[in-house]
């Protein structure tokens, strides 16, 4: 028997992480992961919740996060190849114009 | 202490030493990877929330897929250790100070209000079985349009990824004529 704030705090640490990584790294495709941190952090609390309260809802609405996750990775992932072959760079410091 | 309790505490302590790593890593195919643990041991931590199927899906989907298109994309575009740039002065002072002000407000609120009624292991049976009506039936329009999404963001990434085409020499006066 867990409690459900431990999960919840459990959530937050992995949420706060992926902040931490968005503001402090400096590769977009590490930036890019520290989202995915983020989504599975929310994640975690969705189902925790679903758990709780017994709502199946919760975990559909998991696996609806997870389809936009991956269709985000993909066009985001692209963007990346897109940005690297006329910037020839991943550091985001370079990348602050959005005209070449 | 129960049995759910220290899965619940290895799961999560794999899963924030995973976070913790990829904060701290300097070369993105090391924070990839830690990545990986995180999504691995969230699947653990679905499990013994009884959520079967998310598991299953995390495993597949996140671990598997959409890690394996970051990895493919770092070795393709031969990403190398990520270069240090100094931070502004005031993000540091006010930033550090406000992320941990923040983070115990948070918690505290958790703690306090949440209430401490216990999640049972497995007390809400998410295996496929019961997800699949819930899918097709209450949810079958969202789940219809996700196939839609999916559909425009696989043209999105290719268009997007594709190589411009070298625009041809502007037609001349002389080809006009």
Request: charged fraction near 20%.
């Given at each position: 028997m867990v409690p459900l704030s431990y999960y919840l705090v459990l959530s937050g640490i992995l949420f706060a992480c992926g902040v931490a990584a968005f503001l402090i790294k400096r590769n977009i495709i590490t930036i890019f992961m520290s989202i995915e941190l983020m989504l599975n952090g929310v994640n975690l609390s969705f189902v925790a919740f679903a758990a709780h309260w017994h709502a199946l809802a919760g975990q559909i609405f998991v696996f609806f996060v997870m389809v936009v996750a991956a269709a985000e990775a993909a066009v985001g992932l692209a963007i990346i190849i897109a940005v690297y072959r006329t910037r020839?760079?991943?550091n985001i410091d370079q990348v602050n114009l959005l005209k070449l | 202490m129960s049995v759910h309790l220290i899965l619940f505490l290895a799961f999560g302590a794999v899963a924030v030493a995973g976070a913790i790593n990829l904060l701290a890593q300097t070369h993105p195919i090391n924070s990839a990877l830690s990545l990986i643990a995180v999504m691995a041991a969230l699947a653990g931590e679905y499990l013994l929330l009884g959520a079967e199927f998310l598991a299953a899906v995390q495993v597949i989907v996140y671990a598997g897929a959409v890690m394996v298109l970051f990895v493919f994309v770092i070795m393709l575009l031969n990403a190398g250790v990520e270069e240090h740039t100094q931070g502004s002065r005031i993000a540091i002072t006010l930033g550090v100070p406000g992320a941990l002000i923040g983070s115990l407000l948070i918690a505290w609120v958790v703690l306090r209000h949440s209430g401490t009624e216990a999640v049972a292991a497995g007390a809400l049976a998410g295996a496929p079985k019961t997800i699949a009506p819930l899918l097709f039936h209450e949810f079958l329009l969202p789940f219809e349009i996700t196939s839609i999404l999916i559909l425009i963001a696989i043209m999105g990434a290719v268009v997007l990824a594709s190589?411009?085409?070298?625009?041809?020499a502007a037609p001349t006066l002389r080809e006009v004529d």
């Open positions: 020839e760079t991943l | 190589k411009p085409p070298t625009s041809p």
